[in-house]
């Protein structure tokens, strides 16, 4: 079934071929037909120049809104806050009194921002999306870093950070956070914490409210190489936990490890500052037992931060692994990516393929570790066969490095901010300057000559719960009765660090589709079968028909 919704894209790619005017298609693609470069390689629009910070961390929220935030301690930002406000802190180590933000929220309709008040340091911390919508942001470093800090959506301008200092039981720096079936948040590691709490916290803090996990000391080498691990929750409720070369399965509440699954092959890590990046593959709901897969792209050799440190950049990983943590014996698949990659960002599309974004070709992640902007993306076609998956898309004239993001939007694009490799905010005689820019690329499913196949979603009807069937009703110009037409949801992910957290994608399990009117059909499908395949909370609901998607609309499940 996946197979077939997969190769759909192909397929609408040669059906197109034949129904398209030839004036609209300017490039020859080698297998005959001919398609514009939008609708080949994408397209790269520049959304902001300046958005006032540098987009460390991305959140996209339920009103299509994007939190975005860098650090506190930076020194001034190019963006004042509101109302002549200063943020006085005795313990920032660049600026005690500071009137700029170090977040905004980004209105994605109307393109717009405005500044935010966050007042203790959030640099390299990390959130997850409540149930209720809310982002439930942890950490950070220095009077940040026990600090939890809420936002909640508003249609107005009313929201704003509000804190709870103290708040987590150990300092979290460079940890990770996953939203878990029953709505808590579990937050795993940061340097040198090999234990994960939760929140919300189930008693006052006492030594005992953190669990300790040795994996992530056994996992630290001389770069660390282990921080920000990829943490991904499976559909048996544990937790999938990628840290340096090794992978196990987590069962949280128990504190145990369930499996210790191979190494990668090739021995070289994959996580912060050897930053590769990792996603959960789509899951499909279609055929039960859920078979579930991993993958992780990208990295530096081993021992590549040290030599970044001494002015010796070496070449990052071309490899990625995928591995079927469902097997019963599970190994590591290696692909190898078009170009090496270290900091890319690995965004799944509504499609179900992976876009990978951003980052460089040589060095590390870190204070100016980073060389050789790698700025065009990759899509990966996770069911086209071994070494024929990955296609190269047009570049981007921004280097995203060090502290860029990359997030999917309800409408399809992926917005990209960010890249600072410098310790303070550094526009001047530098190899890559700060960053405040804001971009969206567009995938090539975006482009128009695909607008007589793009389904439009009317609406929704009936309940999205678990196992509870509901249906889709979308209108669509050219309806390709030899097309597919599947229902997918996607979690928003909190982007930092090239890696998504939460981020999933859930193929509904289809009953059928009914024509109901004229260019106007119906589908029936049925909610995710558990929790643990998707955690309740709003989710972007795509129609994809013959591999062309819908704008999302949002939709909760519970
Ligand atoms: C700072 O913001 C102003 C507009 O408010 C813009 O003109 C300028 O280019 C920005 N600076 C940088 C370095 O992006
Ligand atoms: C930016 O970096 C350059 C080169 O290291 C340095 O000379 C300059 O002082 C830095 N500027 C700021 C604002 O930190």
């Not at 669990?211 to 559909?235: A, C, G, I, K, M």
């Not at 179900?352 to 050789?372: L, P």
Request: aromatic share 8%; proline share 7%; glycine share 8%.
């Amino acid at each position: 079934m996946l197979t077939k919704m997969l190769t759909s894209f192909t397929l609408a790619l040669l059906l197109l071929a034949v129904i398209l005017p030839l004036s609209t298609v300017s490039s020859q693609r080698t297998d005959g037909s001919s398609f514009s470069t939008f609708g080949s390689q994408g397209e790269w629009r520049l959304l902001q120049a300046s958005i006032g910070i540098s987009a460390m961390h991305m959140q996209l929220l339920r009103n299509n809104k994007v939190v975005m935030f860098d650090r506190t301690d930076f020194g001034p930002s190019n963006i004042s806050l509101q109302n002549g406000l200063c943020r006085m802190d005795p313990d920032d180590t660049v600026l005690k009194s500071d009137c700029t933000a170090h977040s905004v929220l980004y209105d994605i309709d109307a393109n717009t921002f405005r500044p935010l008040m966050v007042l203790t340091d959030t640099w390299c911390s990390s959130g997850a999306v409540r149930a209720d919508g809310t982002l439930v942001q942890t950490g950070g470093f220095n009077d940040g870093d026990h600090v939890v800090r809420i936002l909640a959506p508003c249609d107005d301008d009313s929201c704003d950070w509000v804190e709870i200092p103290g708040y987590l039981a150990q300092r979290r720096w460079y940890a990770t956070n996953q939203i878990l079936p029953d709505g808590r948040v579990i937050i795993i590691g940061g340097r040198r914490e090999f234990n994960y709490e939760f929140y919300p916290r189930s008693s006052d803090i006492s030594p005992s409210s953190t669990n300790s996990l040795n994996f992530l000391r056994e996992t630290s080498d001389e770069n660390e190489n282990n921080l920000y691990p990829f943490v991904h929750l499976l559909p048996d409720g544990n937790l999938f936990v990628y840290a340096n070369t090794r992978a196990i399965s987590l069962d949280h509440n128990l504190n145990r490890v369930v499996t210790e699954f191979p190494s990668m092959p090739d021995g070289d890590p994959r996580n912060y500052p050897s930053s590769g990046s990792s996603v959960l593959l789509p899951i499909d709901d279609n055929n039960g037992p859920v078979e579930t897969e991993v993958m992780i792209c990208g990295g530096a050799p081993r021992g590549s931060f040290s030599m970044a440190m001494r002015g010796s950049f070496s070449r990052a990983l071309a490899t990625c692994g995928r591995i079927k943590v469902t097997d019963e014996n599970p190994s590591w698949a290696m692909e190898t990516m078009p170009m090496a990659r270290v900091m890319g960002d690995m965004v799944i599309l509504p499609t179900g393929d992976v876009i990978i974004i951003n980052g460089a070709g040589s060095g590390t992640a870190g204070w100016e570790h980073g060389r050789n902007p790698v700025t065009r993306p990759v899509i990966y076609h996770p069911q086209a066969g071994p070494g024929t998956g990955f296609w190269v898309m047009g570049p981007s004239t921004r280097p995203r490095m060090y502290h860029s993001t990359a997030v999917l939007l309800a409408d399809g694009r992926i917005l990209v901010g960010g890249s600072n490799p410098h310790v303070l905010y550094n526009f001047t005689d530098v190899n890559y300057p700060t960053d405040l820019s804001l971009e969206a690329y567009s995938p090539p499913y975006l482009a128009p000559e695909y607008q007589p196949i793009r389904p439009t979603i009317i609406n929704v009807e009936g309940i999205l719960g678990y196992k509870q069937s509901f249906s889709v009703t979308f209108t669509v110009s050219r309806f390709l009765k030899q097309g597919i037409v599947s229902v997918r949801m996607v979690a928003p992910s909190f982007a930092t660090h090239s890696f998504g957290m939460n981020q999933r994608m859930v193929v509904m399990r289809t009953i059928g589709v009914l024509d109901v009117g004229p260019n106007t059909h119906t589908v029936n499908v049925v909610g995710p079968s558990t929790a643990e395949i998707a955690p309740p909370g709003y989710y972007m609901l795509f129609v994809v028909h013959s591999g062309v998607p819908s704008t999302a609309m949002w939709v909760r499940v519970q």
